[in-house]
C-alpha cells in the first residue's frame, strides 16, 4: 500500500524490458528489485515489453524474456503489455501536445545539432533551432518537446533527490524520431499512467530520464508514480551489462544461485541456508526485503562470474 493526498492506494510496480537480447545479470537485479518491492507490499507486479524500436529488437527475444522470467519462479499479473500495439495511445498523447503548442517539428539532423550544440551530461543540448517553424520545409522531421528554464525535482528512494533544469541542461528534447517511432521518454510515460503503475523500481541508468518523465506527467496532467533507482551492475571498466553487447545470459538451469547473487547485489540478507527450492526462496527473498538495505550508488561492478 502507498500513501497519496490521505488516500491508499494499492502497490502496483511494473517490469520493462526491452527485447533486445536475453536476460543478463543486470536486468535479472531489475526484475529482482521491482518484483520484490512490489510482493513485499503484497502489490501487483505487471510486465511491459518495450518493443517500440524495431530497429533494436531481436527477433525471438521478448518470448525468450518470458520463458526465463517464469524458469526463475516469478508470477507477473495480468497480461503482458506490449508497446509495439500501443502507437494509437502514444500519437494521441503527441498530438495534445501539439495542440496545446508544447511541442513542435524539427528537421536538423545528428550532424548538424553536433555542429552548434553544447554538449551536456546527457548528450548535446539542442538549442531550439527549429522553435519557430524552420522544419516545414524538410521531408523528414522528428517532433521535439518544448523545455522551460525551470528546475525539477524529483525525489528518489533509493538515490537521494534528483534537480534537472530541462531547458538548460537538455534542450527540447524528442518525443517522435525522424523514422516515426515514439520516443521511450512520451511512451513510458503514457504506459506508465495507463497500467496504473505508482511505483517504478529501475536501474540508475534511467536516473536522469526521470525529470524529462515527471515534466511531461505534468504537461500531461498524468499522474505520478514514486521513483527507486536500483545500482547498476557494470564490468570492472565501468560499462553497463547490455544485452547488445552480448553479456553472458542468466543461466535458467541454476536460478537460485543468480538470485541469490541478486540479492547481495541489492545488498540484502541471505539465507542462512540455501533454499531448496524456488518457492522457498521468494518466500524468504519477499519476506526479508527492504529498499532502504540497497546501497544509494548508481553503479556496482560485478566480478566476470556475474557477467
Ligand atoms: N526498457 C528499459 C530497459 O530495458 C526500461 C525502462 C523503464 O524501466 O522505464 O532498460
Known amino acids: 500500500m502507498s500513501e497519496s493526498n490521505g488516500m491508499v492506494t494499492a502497490?502496483?510496480?511494473?517490469?520493462?524490458?526491452?527485447?533486445?537480447?536475453?536476460?543478463?545479470?543486470?536486468?535479472?537485479?531489475?526484475?529482482?528489485g521491482s518484483y520484490l518491492d512490489a510482493r513485499n507490499h503484497r502489490g501487483a507486479w505487471l510486465l511491459r515489453?518495450?518493443?517500440?524500436?524495431?530497429?533494436?529488437?531481436?527477433?525471438?527475444?521478448?518470448?525468450?524474456?518470458?520463458?526465463?522470467?517464469?524458469?526463475?519462479?516469478?508470477?507477473?499479473?495480468?497480461?503482458?503489455?506490449?508497446?509495439?500495439?500501443?502507437?494509437?495511445?502514444?500519437?494521441?498523447?503527441?498530438?495534445?501536445?501539439?495542440?496545446?503548442?508544447?511541442?513542435?517539428r524539427c528537421g536538423?539532423?545528428?550532424?548538424?545539432?553536433?555542429?552548434?550544440?553544447?554538449?551536456?551530461?546527457?548528450?548535446?543540448?539542442?538549442?531550439?533551432?527549429?522553435?519557430?517553424?524552420?522544419?516545414?520545409?524538410?521531408?523528414?522531421?522528428?517532433?521535439?518537446l518544448l523545455t522551460q528554464h525551470k528546475e525539477i525535482i524529483c525525489t528518489d528512494q533509493v538515490q537521494g533527490n534528483i534537480c534537472l533544469n530541462p531547458g538548460k541542461e537538455?534542450?527540447?528534447?524528442?518525443?517522435?524520431?525522424?523514422?516515426?517511432?515514439?520516443?521511450?521518454?512520451?511512451?513510458?510515460?503514457?504506459?506508465?499512467?495507463?497500467q496504473g503503475i505508482n511505483q517504478v523500481v529501475r536501474g540508475a541508468d534511467l536516473l536522469m530520464s526521470t525529470p524529462r518523465q515527471c515534466y511531461l506527467q505534468q504537461l500531461l496532467r498524468l499522474p505520478k508514480p514514486h521513483y527507486a533507482h536500483l545500482p547498476l551492475?557494470?564490468?570492472?571498466?565501468?560499462?553497463?551489462l547490455s544485452k547488445q553487447y552480448q553479456d553472458a545470459p542468466v543461466d535458467s538451469r541454476q536460478p537460485i544461485e543468480s538470485l541469490l547473487q541478486a540479492l547481495a547485489f541489492l545488498g540484502q540478507p541471505s539465507p542462512a541456508?540455501?533454499?531448496?527450492?524456488?518457492?522457498?526462496?521468494?518466500?524468504?527473498?519477499?519476506?526479508h526485503w527492504s529498499l532502504r538495505k540497497i546501497p544509494a550508488q548508481r553503479q556496482i561492478a560485478?566480478?566476470?562470474?556475474?557477467?
Open 11 to 32: 502497490y502496483r510496480g511494473r517490469f520493462a524490458p526491452s527485447p533486445t537480447g536475453p536476460l543478463h545479470f543486470g536486468s535479472l537485479v531489475a526484475a529482482v
Open 49 to 104: 515489453m518495450e518493443d517500440l524500436d524495431r530497429t533494436r529488437e531481436i527477433k525471438g527475444a521478448a518470448d525468450q524474456i518470458l520463458q526465463t522470467l517464469d524458469d526463475f519462479g516469478f508470477t507477473w499479473d495480468g497480461p503482458v503489455m506490449y508497446q509495439s500495439q500501443r502507437t494509437e495511445a502514444y500519437e494521441a498523447a503527441l498530438e495534445s501536445l501539439i495542440q496545446k503548442g508544447l511541442a513542435y
Open 108 to 144: 536538423c539532423s545528428r550532424k548538424e545539432i553536433a555542429q552548434i550544440a553544447q554538449m551536456g551530461e546527457e548528450g548535446p543540448i539542442y538549442p531550439g533551432t527549429c522553435r519557430n517553424g524552420q522544419a516545414k520545409t524538410r521531408d523528414s522531421h522528428s517532433i521535439r
Open 170 to 194: 537538455l534542450g527540447d528534447f524528442i518525443i517522435r524520431r525522424s523514422d516515426g517511432f515514439h520516443a521511450y521518454q512520451l511512451a513510458v510515460v503514457v504506459d506508465d499512467a495507463w
Open 233 to 240: 551492475a557494470v564490468d570492472s571498466q565501468g560499462r553497463k
Open 273 to 287: 541456508e540455501k533454499p531448496v527450492n524456488l518457492s522457498e526462496f521468494w518466500a524468504w527473498a519477499i519476506e
Open 302 to 307: 560485478v566480478s566476470p562470474a556475474n557477467q
